[in-house]
């Protein structure tokens, strides 16, 4: 497994090995064993799928608050998305800072993200399946999620009018929200 820093603190592009012949092909899409000789620990406890059935939809920015803050990996498994993080740690060099990598069926890429963060995806294409692991189970209590073109954070989509829930369409601005992330070293 390739990992690659981005340009925002403590988010990773993971590239698995993919080995294929005639028959198809097969990776490791996650090794706890490989992430900690890394120096990276995460111990995921829910899986995730989503499905979009069109181009345009975005999904985000959502987050969980305080002791039930997620750290997720994610990836594409049908499709693809422009996948974005948004590091919402006061105190981190990065803070207010985003990311955004295209991950798709055919790149296999995928994403960590650890606590303290926006998440959020635009789909690129239609038929998109979206798988994602947790380190902390869903807390309908503490979900929350601030809005996907808040100029605060200025996140590019790549698209003007997308397919949003009610929930995403009516979502705070950040300087509306109670988010209360804090960088520890």
Same mark, same amino acid.
């Given at each position: 497994m390739n990992l690659i820093k981005t340009?925002? $603190? /403590?988010v990773y592009i993971l590239e698995p090995k993919? #080995? @294929?012949d005639n028959r198809g092909w097969f990776m490791e899409s996650w090794s706890k064993k490989t992430m900690e000789e890394a120096g990276l620990h995460y111990d995921f406890v829910q899986d995730n799928h989503s499905y979009s059935a069109q181009k345009g939809v975005l999904r985000g920015l959502? #987050?969980? +608050? @305080?002791? /039930?803050?997620?750290?997720k990996l994610v990836r594409c498994a049908k499709g693809a998305v422009l996948d974005v993080a948004v590091d919402m740690r006061k105190g981190s060099p990065t803070? +207010?800072?985003?990311?955004?990598v =295209? $991950?798709?069926a055919e790149n296999y890429r995928q994403l960590l993200i650890p606590r303290g963060f926006l998440h959020g995806f635009v789909t690129l294409t239609d038929e998109v399946e979206f798988l994602?692991?947790? /380190?902390? #189970?869903?807390?309908p209590q503490a979900d929350r999620n601030i809005r996907w073109n808040d100029p605060e954070i200025g996140v590019d989509w790549g698209i003007e009018n997308p397919i949003l829930s009610e929930k995403d369409a009516n979502a705070p601005f950040l300087s509306e929200s109670d988010i209360d992330f804090?960088? =520890?070293q």
């Open positions: 340009n925002v $603190l /403590d993919v #080995f @294929g959502h #987050f969980q +608050k @305080g002791a /039930d803050a997620q750290a803070y +207010k800072k985003w990311v955004a =295209e $991950l798709s994602y692991k947790a /380190d902390q #189970f869903y807390a804090v960088y =520890e």
